[in-house]
C-alpha cells in the first residue's frame, strides 16, 4: 500500500485485525484537548470498514471517545506503519462474557494512510509478552477476543 491512502482496510490489513496485536490509538483528550495516547492489544475488525477494541472501563479512552469521536488507530504490519483514522463510539459500558470491568470501543474507517517514512520498510513487527500468568493471560485473551468477535 506503499503510501497511499484508502477509504476501508485492504486484504492484508483486515487479515492483521483477526487476531490480538499490539496497535496504539490516538484520542483527544477530554480536559487538554491534547493528544493521549494508548497501547492495546485486544482488537478486532469484523470488517474492512469497522475496528472493535476493548479497553479497560475505567480508561481515560472512554470518557475522551465520550467527548469526541475522533480517533487514529495506529497499526504496525505488512512491511510498514499505518494510521487507521475513523469515528468512535461506545459501543458497550460493559462487554458480556469477560470476567474483568472492559468497554467495548467501534471505530467506523474513515481513512487508512501509509504514514511511513519514504525509503524504508518495517523489517520486524512489534512483539510482547504478557507479565503476568501465561495461563491466566490465555483464558482472558481468549474470552475478550471471543466477545469482541460476538460483538
Known amino acids: ?79 510498514s506503519c499505518y494510521a487507521i483514522k475513523g469515528s468512535a463510539i461506545v459501543a458497550k459500558e460493559r462487554m458480556e462474557n469477560v470476567p474483568i470491568k472492559l468497554t467495548l470501543i467501534e471505530v467506523s474507517i474513515k481513512e487508512v494512510r501509509d504514514v511511513m517514512f519514504y525509503g524504508s520498510k518495517i523489517s520486524t513487527n512489534p512483539t510482547y509478552e504478557k507479565t503476568y500468568d501465561p495461563v491466566a493471560a490465555s483464558k482472558l485473551d481468549k474470552q475478550v477476543m471471543s466477545a469482541l468477535k460476538q460483538a
Open 1 to 79: 500500500m506503499a503510501n497511499e491512502v484508502e477509504s476501508s482496510l485492504v486484504e492484508a490489513l483486515y487479515e492483521e485485525l483477526q487476531a490480538e496485536r499490539f496497535v496504539t490509538v490516538s484520542t483527544v483528550d477530554y480536559e487538554t484537548k491534547g493528544p493521549n495516547v494508548s497501547a492495546i492489544s485486544w482488537i478486532y475488525a469484523p470488517t474492512n470498514q469497522i475496528i472493535r477494541f476493548a479497553v479497560a472501563s475505567k480508561s481515560r479512552m472512554v470518557k475522551d471517545i465520550s467527548q469526541c469521536k475522533d480517533v487514529v488507530v495506529n497499526l504496525i504490519a505488512n512491511e
